[in-house]
């Protein structure tokens, strides 16, 4: 993004401001369940429990497919979630929230509706309070070294509790 001001004396726009980006800034480029970070040589990289949907553009760069999940969801009641910590939240397109809720609230809401992809809370203030649901995939996640968001995906029953590497 750039902002120009205009220069009535000479009679044209000039530089005033540009914010710097990098690729990760580019929506949606590491796909559905794809995760980017500008900290490493290929910038996008899979959830963990996620593998590349066309392993052959993935190795090439083209990361716009995405991620899918390495073992499927069936809707079990033994399905839970993991916890992935210093994210950038996904898009937040067409989630559902409620200010009032605690975070074990929002976890049995997201667990007792097979749609719902993941949770977190609404207010990451320091206390952390209220509940945001995400249903169908997950696009435009970034990874930070530190002092980013968690958010805690579902995952099928072989896939609770590993660790996140």
């Not at 929506?27 to 963990?48: H, R």
């Not at 609230?105 to 993941?118: L, P, Q, V």
């Amino acid at each position: 993004m750039e902002r120009f001001l205009w220069t009535d004396s000479k009679q044209e726009w000039n530089l005033y401001q540009a914010l710097s980006s990098d690729n990760c800034d580019r929506y949606a480029l590491c796909g559905p369940f794809g995760s980017c970070n500008i900290d490493n040589s290929q910038v996008c990289e899979c959830l963990k429990g996620f593998e590349p949907r066309s392993p052959d553009q993935w190795r090439g760069g083209n990361w716009s497919q995405g991620c899918r999940r390495t073992i499927p969801l069936d809707c079990g009641l033994e399905e839970g979630f993991n916890k992935y910590s210093n994210l950038k939240l996904p898009d937040t397109q067409g989630p559902w929230y409620n200010q009032n809720m605690t975070l074990l609230d929002c976890e049995k809401m997201c667990k007792s509706n097979c749609s719902c992809t993941a949770y977190t809370n609404s207010n990451i203030s320091v206390t952390g309070s209220g509940c945001l649901l995400w249903f169908g995939e997950l696009i435009d996640i970034r990874t930070f070294a530190e002092n980013g968001d968690s958010l805690y995906i579902r995952m099928p029953p072989s896939e609770l509790g590993k660790p996140k590497e």
